[in-house]
């Protein structure tokens, strides 16, 4: 591995050059790996490098809990550092005020008109069930 002050710092697009079967370069904690020899090795298979070319790997490098061993054989890939400036800022996302969702499009004011008629209704109905029986038996 080359020393920290000597080591070749690339951007972002010519790290982005390199993301085919042939020629794969990925970005993780700051530093450049060609992985290009390792695709066919992978225990995950080559697809889910490939997925990470042309962007910071590192959450998914870190994301998948890679022992020791992985992280020591990284060492043997290793090309040189990535230019942070010309990976783009990571933007929080927060998801679009959602209005309320009323599944059957009843407006409000008919659902709370009918949470108190119908209960109301139903009462009457048994009241005048009641008065009607009472008067047929007497």
């Known amino acids: 591995m080359a020393s920290e002050g000597s080591s070749k710092v690339f951007t972002l697009e010519e790290v982005a050059k390199h993301s085919s079967k042939d ?5 993780i ?4 790996y060609n992985v290009t020899k390792f695709l066919d090795d992978h225990p995950g298979g080559d697809d889910v490098l490939l997925s990470s070319t ?6 998914d490098f870190e994301d998948v809990g890679h022992s020791t061993t992985a992280r ?4 043997e890939y ?3 550092e990535i230019d942070a400036t010309t990976i783009p800022t990571k933007v929080k996302y927060t998801p679009a005020k959602q209005p309320h969702y009323n599944q059957d499009k009843t407006p409000e004011f008919v659902i709370k008109i009918l ?8 009462l009457g109905l048994a009241v005048a069930v ?3 029986t009472k008067s047929e038996s007497a």
């Open 115 to 122: 949470q108190f008629l119908v209960p109301l209704a139903i």
């Open 78 to 80: 290793y090309v040189g």
């Open 23 to 27: 020629d794969c370069w990925l970005i």
């Open 72 to 75: 020591a054989m990284m060492d």
């Open 130 to 132: 009641r008065i009607y």
């Open 54 to 59: 042309a962007k910071d790997a590192t959450d």
């Open 29 to 32: 904690s700051g530093k450049v």
